[in-house]
């Protein structure tokens, strides 16, 4: 009989880490005076943290949650989507209508090294904002590694 691997291990952010990034997180949102809805997903796109901002557009909620699952599922920051899509017609006009794609800026993966352990999502701004309030949270890993260097 063929020696087969039945599973594989795979590593997922710690609700310890999600909290420490959602800090960073909204730390930078007060920063910038804007009211964002924050999500954060382990590796499989189920949801580990989740704050709506007082006054944070009611569509905020769902679309923040859509990034970080878009970014995990895909492992891709979501305003990638935008330049390997824009000139492939059958692409462009197909992928967009997958549930839960996101293919604009605030949606990042969240990794150590090179492995992924979830995703981030941020809306309530231009997508230009979203995307500063998820580096902030992205940060966090850097300061980490650093000190376990």
Same mark, same amino acid.
């Given at each position: 009989?063929?020696? #087969?691997?039945?599973?594989?291990? @795979?590593?997922?952010?710690? #609700?310890?880490?999600?909290?420490?990034?959602?800090?960073?997180?909204? @730390?930078?949102?007060?920063?910038?005076?804007?009211?964002?809805?924050?999500?954060? !997903?382990?590796?499989?796109?189920?949801?580990?943290?989740?704050?709506?901002? =007082?006054?944070?557009?009611?569509?905020?909620?769902? !679309?923040?949650?859509?990034?970080?699952?878009? %970014?995990?599922?895909?492992?891709?920051?979501? *305003?990638?989507?935008?330049?390997?899509?824009? =000139?492939?017609?059958?692409?462009?006009?197909?992928?967009?209508?997958?549930?839960?794609?996101?293919?604009?800026?605030?949606?990042?993966?969240?990794?150590?090294?090179?492995?992924?352990?979830?995703?981030?999502? !941020?809306?309530?701004? *231009?997508?230009? *904002?979203?995307?500063?309030?998820?580096?902030? %949270?992205?940060?966090? #890993?850097?300061? #980490?590694?650093?000190?376990?260097?």
């Amino acid at each position: 009989m063929e020696n #087969l691997k039945l599973t594989v291990e @795979a590593n997922t952010i710690s #609700l310890d880490l999600a909290d420490k990034m959602m800090e960073a997180a909204r @730390a930078k949102a007060k920063e910038m005076g804007i009211n964002f809805s924050i999500a954060i !997903v382990d590796r499989v796109g189920n949801l580990k943290e989740f704050a709506v901002m =007082d006054g944070a557009p009611v569509l905020s909620a769902e !679309v923040a949650q859509n990034k970080a699952f878009s %970014a995990a599922a895909y492992n891709r920051a979501t *305003h990638e989507w935008y330049d390997r899509i824009k =000139d492939d017609p059958p692409l462009l006009h197909g992928i967009v209508h997958t549930p839960r794609l996101v293919t604009f800026g605030g949606g990042y993966p969240i990794k150590l090294g090179d492995e992924l352990i979830g995703g981030i999502g !941020v809306s309530g701004g *231009h997508y230009s *904002h979203d995307m500063e309030v998820c580096q902030a %949270a992205l940060s966090v #890993l850097e300061n #980490l590694e650093i000190k376990n260097a």
